[in-house]
């Protein structure tokens, strides 16, 4: 069995232009390779305005993923509309947080802080913004702010970021196809899936054959 793990933030803008090529990868992934999300962690928390220069780097990096990834979608309104903060553990957290209420919302928690944030102009940085989120799940709030700020919360991030550390990862997306031999980090392309897909199978039958090799005596 391969674990396929994807480590992301849910605030990447790259992840965010990446999504729609995940979705297909994810759903037509072998039934031998299962999926794991690692949360990486992009910025810490901060209460403090984010610079005008840092707001005019990232409203670039949206503007060059347009260019990279014609299809996707920005709504530029949030830099009129928010009080930006360069701050995505809170947003880390809440998916953290729904999957602890129901696995099924991992994956819908990321979706839902990415078109929150990239088509609403909602503000993810907010644990206000972050509730209503879950609200729009079903998930009772008052019970996700206490998990959403709790120490179970905390501790399961930082072993998230731990596991992203092993694997040496130090950009989002990345896919790191792991087994029981270790891991090696999948290349990806941003609209073709087979990308993905083609070399997970070669590393799939490598490893069949390398299982198959006749074990010398000893």
Not at 1 to 7: A, H
Not at 97 to 108: G, I, L, R
Request: net charge negative; charged share 25%; proline share 6%.
């Amino acid at each position: 069995m391969l674990t396929l793990n994807y480590v992301y933030d849910p605030m990447c803008s790259w992840c965010y232009a990446f999504a729609p090529t995940w979705k297909r990868i994810s759903n037509e992934l072998p039934v031998s390779v299962s999926v794991e999300y690692v949360v990486g962690g992009l910025a810490s928390d901060s209460d403090h305005p984010m610079s005008q220069e840092m707001c005019a780097y990232i409203e670039g990096t949206w503007r060059h993923i347009l260019e990279i990834v014609p299809n996707t979608e920005f709504n530029f309104d949030f830099w009129i509309r928010c009080e930006p903060r360069r701050s995505t553990y809170p947003a880390c957290r809440a998916v953290l947080a729904a999957k602890h209420f129901d696995p099924k919302f991992e994956a819908a928690m990321i979706d839902k802080i990415q078109v929150a944030y990239y088509r609403e102009a909602r503000n993810p940085s907010d644990i206000d913004t972050l509730c209503e989120l879950a609200a729009e799940l079903g998930i009772e709030v008052r019970f996700f702010r206490e998990f959403l700020t709790g120490e179970r919360c905390e501790a399961i991030l930082k072993e998230s970021f731990q596991k992203r550390r092993n694997f040496g990862v130090r950009a989002f997306p990345t896919l790191v196809l792991e087994s029981i031999d270790g891991s090696v980090v999948v290349p990806h392309d941003f609209a073709d899936p087979l990308v993905t897909l083609n070399a997970i199978a070669v590393t799939q039958t490598t490893d069949v054959m390398k299982r198959a090799q006749p074990k010398p005596f000893v």
